[in-house]
């Protein structure tokens, strides 16, 4: 094993990869770098004030691999509340320039700022007064010298061997969108329950989703009241195929949870009419109709239990069985 793991270790492919890898975190530590002094630093945070307090949309262009990034920036933003589109350069010259209002803040990205195919949009955004903010590498070239904000990224070598396809400086640009898109969701406070507002489907959207989506309610939600019998308790239980039933008082406030462990040291002590009281649970796990899925399952496999009771204020609203959050996908 010795052996083969010294073979691969050497293979050509292999240390391409490292040299990739490698080549690709200088870059990123120039751009950390580059973040933290001016000019970057304060067109940067100006580049933040400006989208945050901004009403109309962030329309993010670019050409070739720079188009491709611009095009995972804008469903960043769209993801994270920032309401974005993407534009292409060369649908804008076609007619697509009308979906830029003055509203608009418009976000282009170009390695050189020479990108040929930017030139109309640039122009539209001069003529009409549309704030432009430019990535670029080149901040004396055309789109950075026109740029109400010019973000200037820092000279980095590209991980090709012969230092032409864009690399290293599509992942700076890839790095830079999401340092954006963070800032502004922490300028907004943005919270998991925004998030799940642009995420309800797939395995991501049931764990955000909550206790009160997910949860039994109302007639099927198993619960006697206090003074109920054994044997009442127990054919609640049965119904309701829960595995439990809630105790409640007059008010509908959580006093207990009879189980099926309760019901079978009940049998062996032939106390089946007997008060509920006297053989129920007490201090049952209760969350909130707001907690999240994926922490109620935590908290079932911290607890060892299957189900948890919500309860807003002291009342019972609900019942989440393990069953529920496996169905919807959450593990």
């Known amino acids: 094993m010795k052996a083969i793991a010294a073979t691969s270790s050497q293979h050509p492919g292999l240390l391409s990869a490292l040299r990739t890898t490698r080549i690709q975190m200088v870059a990123l530590q120039a751009l950390a ?3 933290n002094e001016a000019p970057l630093r304060d067109r940067f945070l100006q ?7 901004n009403t109309g949309r962030l ?3 670019g050409m070739g691999k720079s188009g491709i990034v611009a095009r995972k920036i804008a469903a960043t933003m769209r993801s994270t509340g920032t309401p974005s589109l993407f534009l292409h350069p060369s649908e804008a010259s076609h007619g697509d320039l ?12 170009s390695w050189s700022g020479e990108t040929t195919e930017l030139g109309d949009i640039i122009a539209y955004c001069r003529r009409f007064g549309v704030r432009l903010i430019v990535a670029t590498a080149h901040p004396d070239s055309t789109a950075g010298r026109v740029a ?9 070598r590209e991980a090709c061997p012969n230092e032409l396809a864009p690399t290293s400086s599509t992942t700076v640009q890839v790095v830079l969108g999401d340092a954006l898109a963070v800032a502004l969701i922490e300028r907004r406070g943005f919270t998991s329950s925004d998030f799940l507002a642009f995420h309800p489907g797939g395995r991501l959207g049931a764990r955000l989703a909550t206790t009160a989506q997910l949860m039994a309610k109302g007639e099927d939600i198993p619960v006697v009241k206090v003074g109920a019998s054994l044997i009442e308790a127990t054919i609640e239980m049965s119904r309701k195929r ?12 959580l006093l207990g949870v009879f189980t099926d462990g ?10 089946m009419k007997a008060d509920i009281r006297d053989h129920m649970t007490l201090e049952p796990i209760t969350v909130g109709p707001e907690l999240l899925a994926s922490e109620a399952l935590r908290l079932l496999n911290e607890k060892a239990v299957s189900v948890l009771f919500v309860v807003s204020g002291e009342k019972l609203v609900g019942l989440l069985h393990l069953h529920e959050i496996l169905r919807a996908g959450v593990a």
């Open 47 to 53: 580049a933040v004030d400006t989208i945050a307090a």
């Open 98 to 109: 009308g979906m830029i209002s003055r509203e608009d803040i418009v976000f282009a990205i």
């Open 148 to 156: 109400d904000i010019c973000l200037t990224l820092p000279h980095v």
């Open 242 to 253: 829960c595995g439990c039933t809630a105790v409640v008082d007059e008010d509908g406030r």
């Open 59 to 61: 329309v993010v262009t």
């Open 262 to 271: 309760d019901l079978r040291r009940a049998v062996s002590g032939d106390h």
């Open 33 to 35: 770098q580059a973040l």
